[in-house]
Every structure is written in C-alpha cells, then in structure tokens.
C-alpha cells in the first residue's frame, strides 16, 4: 500500500485484514471441519488429544533432513 495514501484508507485496510483473519478462524475453519472429508480425521486427533501443530514438524523425517540441511548451509555458506 502506498504510505501517502489517506490514513483513512491504511486503517480501513488494516480493518479489512484483522476482519479476514476472523473470518478465517471462526467461519471457515470450523466450516472446514465439519466436512465429511475432513471429520474422521479431526475427530481421530481430538479423541487422541493429539497437538497437530507440534506433532507435525517433530515427527516428519523428511522435515528433520531439511532443517539439517538447512542449518548446514547457512553454517558453512561460502562468505
């Protein structure tokens, strides 16, 4: 957004985006869940009271190799 635009204008921007978000999160989201594709498996992960967010990126080999070669690169990056 151009910073010489009309205060008005940013905050209404910044209105919209913070309206987004919650739309987002308490519409969509919910509406996501109730799926048929998407239910058996957040049911499976709320009866199992698994934290999805966590067990994702700890778990996954492929995401272990990557952050290892991630931490290599930047540790031995030509300078």
Same mark, same amino acid.
């Given at each position: 957004?151009? $910073?010489?635009?009309?205060?008005?204008?940013? /905050?209404?921007? #910044?209105?919209?985006? !913070?309206?987004?978000?919650?739309?987002?999160?308490?519409?969509?989201? $919910?509406?996501?869940?109730?799926?048929?594709? /998407?239910?058996? #498996?957040?049911?499976? !992960?709320?009866?199992?009271?698994?934290?999805?967010?966590?067990?994702?990126?700890?778990?996954?080999?492929?995401?272990?190799?990557?952050? #290892?070669?991630?931490?290599?690169?930047?540790?031995?990056?030509?300078?």
């Amino acid at each position: 957004m151009d $910073p010489n635009s009309p205060l008005s204008k940013r /905050i209404g921007g #910044l209105l919209a985006s !913070i309206a987004g978000c919650l739309l987002m999160i308490y519409v969509i989201g $919910p509406w996501l869940d109730s799926l048929s594709a /998407i239910k058996p #498996l957040a049911d499976f !992960i709320e009866e199992r009271d698994i934290n999805a967010n966590a067990y994702y990126y700890t778990e996954v080999a492929e995401f272990s190799d990557a952050e #290892l070669n991630m931490k290599n690169t930047m540790t031995y990056m030509p300078k």
